[in-house]
């Protein structure tokens, strides 16, 4: 059944949605890491969001290290990086939106890297008030339902599937018919960020949400 929004229904949305941005900047960390390894990082380049964590850790033999410090890298929007060293393991929190280059001193021949920092999105309210080209998930963050909102005349759906930070696989439905909306229980799910995977005959979209 289509939702009919009224102005005021709306206007508590459009309050609900700034509180829940807001919240999602706060909690919705994801932590990504780099291995130091064999004169290499791995992986060499990643781009994340702003107020992502970057845990680099060397267990092999050699000393290395991470230096990302404006001084050896003058565009870098804020300076980052550690000592040469074996067995350790360093993490930065990039809260400025910018491209980031760093080196491992001993060996800055070869082994370089990049973190590209994306800014959080902050169009989602405008998108949902005057458009219908392309998905929506709210409320998010959510505790017990999130509801996918279908975009007009967009084609048969035949799956969901969600997946963990990790990758993993944690469930998936299979969906028959054209739907403008799908209420889906998130209340089992473990405190964390997720992503939806919206499967339809030629297109494949992925969503974040946040299960707090």
């Known amino acids: 059944m289509k939702t009919i ?12 949605l700034v509180i829940a941005f807001s919240t999602l900047n706060l909690v919705g960390q994801i932590t990504h890491t780099v291995a ?18 970057v845990i680099w850790t060397n267990t092999g033999a050699v000393g290395h290290n991470v230096n990302g410090t ?39 021949g070869s082994m370089n890297g990049t973190v590209v920092v994306n800014a959080v999105g902050t169009t989602g309210i405008e998108e949902l008030a005057g458009q219908t080209g ?3 998930l709210y409320p998010n963050p ?8 279908v975009p007009a005349n967009h084609e048969k759906i035949s799956s969901l599937k969600v997946y963990s ?14 739907i403008e909306s799908f209420k889906y229980d ?3 799910f473990k405190n964390g960020v997720y992503f939806m995977e919206i499967n339809s005959g030629t297109h494949k979209n992925t969503l974040k949400f946040l299960k707090k």
Not at 5 to 16: A, D, G, I, Q, V
Request: with cysteine.
């Open 70 to 108: 404006t001084t050896t890298f003058p565009t870098n929007p804020e300076s980052f990086g550690n000592d040469v060293g074996l067995n350790w393991s360093y993490e930065f929190v990039f809260n400025t939106a910018g491209t980031y280059k760093f080196q491992c001193d001993p060996h800055a």
């Open 142 to 149: 959510a505790s017990e339902y999130i509801e996918l909102l």
């Open 165 to 178: 930070v990790a990758g993993s696989l944690i469930d998936q439905k299979v969906l028959s018919g054209n």
């Open 5 to 16: 929004f009224t102005f005021t229904s709306f206007r508590m949305l459009t309050m609900t």
């Open 186 to 188: 998130i209340s089992r």
């Open 134 to 136: 392309s998905f929506r």
């Open 36 to 53: 130091v390894t064999d004169y290499k990082y791995t992986p060499s380049a990643l781009t994340i969001t702003v107020g992502d964590k």
